[in-house]
C-alpha cells in the first residue's frame, strides 16, 4: 500500500506536536469556546483561524459530525486530522461538518498545513462528545 506524502508528513506533525507539548516549542491554552489549543509553528504558514466545538452532544446514533471552520495564509497544502484520520481541505479557509465516533473518549482535531517548502504549522484541538442519557 502507497502513503500519500502529505498523510507521512502530517503523521511526522503529530510527532512533532506530541514531543512540542512536553518542550516549550509550542503553545498550549484554551481557547474562549473552552476547547484545548495547541499550536506548532514549524514552516512559514499560519493559522489564523480554527474553530472547533469544545463538546459536541450525540444522539441516539454511534457517530455524530462536529463543525470546523479554518483559515491559513502562507500555505501550499491543507489537512485536517480527526483523531488520525486525514481529510484533505480544498483550500486557504473553509468550513465543513466532520465525522466523529460518539464515546467518552476526547476527539482530535488537528489542522495542518505544509508551506511551499514542505514545512509544517498545525493547531490542535479536543472535542468532547456527550453521550444522551438513556
Known sequence: MRRSPLLGAALTAMLAIAVA???SGGSSDASADGATTTTVPRGSAKITS???PA???CGAEPSTTVHVSYATSGG???QLLVDGRPIN???ASGSLNAPVHCDPI???FVLYVLDASK???SETKYVE???PAF
Open 129 to 131: 462528545t456527550a453521550l
Open 89 to 91: 481541505l480544498d483550500g
Open 55 to 57: 463538546n459536541v452532544q
Open 76 to 78: 501550499a497544502s491543507y
Open 119 to 121: 514545512k509544517p504549522t
Open 21 to 23: 507539548s512536553c518542550s
Open 50 to 52: 480554527f474553530e472547533v
Open 106 to 108: 476526547a476527539h482530535t
